[in-house]
């Protein structure tokens, strides 16, 4: 199996410039990612804490007999912890790193729907006056009077540091 392309624009987008996004809160803050990265979204399952790894990715889950990192994008974008709720989920995706194929597990504190965003009403994140890195954000989507934030997953791995967590790639060697 290939690696998947995480180029920005290249999964899920139709002729007219729409991508089909999954989008989710963190924080009361909607985020959207292209919905051909996902793979499934859970329940919460059982964390096992990695001693001394970054807050950014300090668990790992079972997630069908494979060991993945457990991300937290709300310590990229410096919101605080929030405590498991009813509606909390862990979004697995498939993301290349590293030209891996891998399986990523994002928490989210509500996983809303596969919604279409076009293109017409997204934007570049402004240079200043954002609360967060704009490097972080690959575009800003509009819908009705709220914002969707797209993040810029490549950024926010390469800044976090891809190597502190174990990533098993999806087709690595059984023992």
């Keep these: 199996m290939q690696a998947p392309d995480n180029t920005?624009?290249?999964?899920?987008?139709?002729?007219q410039g729409a991508i089909e996004a999954l989008t989710f809160d963190l924080q009361g803050e909607t985020f959207a990612l292209e919905a051909g990265m996902v793979r499934e979204v859970l329940d919460?399952?059982?964390?096992?804490v990695v001693p001394g790894a970054p807050p950014f990715v300090g668990a790992v889950i079972n997630f069908r007999g494979r060991i993945i990192p457990l991300v937290d994008l709300r310590m990229a974008f410096?919101?605080?912890?929030?405590?498991?709720?009813i509606d909390s989920r862990i979004v697995v995706i498939e993301y290349a790193l590293d030209g891996e194929a891998s399986l990523i597990g994002l928490r989210a504190d509500k996983v809303h729907e596969v919604t279409s965003i076009d293109h017409d009403v997204t934007e570049d994140a402004p240079?200043?006056?954002?609360?967060?890195?704009?490097?972080?954000?690959?575009?800003?989507?509009?819908?009705?009077?709220?914002?969707?934030?797209?993040?810029?997953?490549?950024?926010?791995?390469?800044?976090?540091?891809?190597s502190s967590a174990s990533i098993t790639p999806i087709h690595s060697p059984q023992r």
């Design 8 to 15: 920005p624009g290249t999964t899920g987008e139709a002729a």
């Design 44 to 48: 919460l399952l059982p964390e096992t």
């Design 78 to 85: 410096e919101m605080d912890a929030g405590a498991p709720t």
């Design 127 to 162: 240079r200043v006056g954002m609360r967060w890195r704009q490097d972080f954000i690959r575009r800003l989507a509009r819908r009705g009077g709220d914002l969707i934030v797209i993040p810029d997953l490549d950024q926010i791995f390469a800044a976090r540091g891809r």
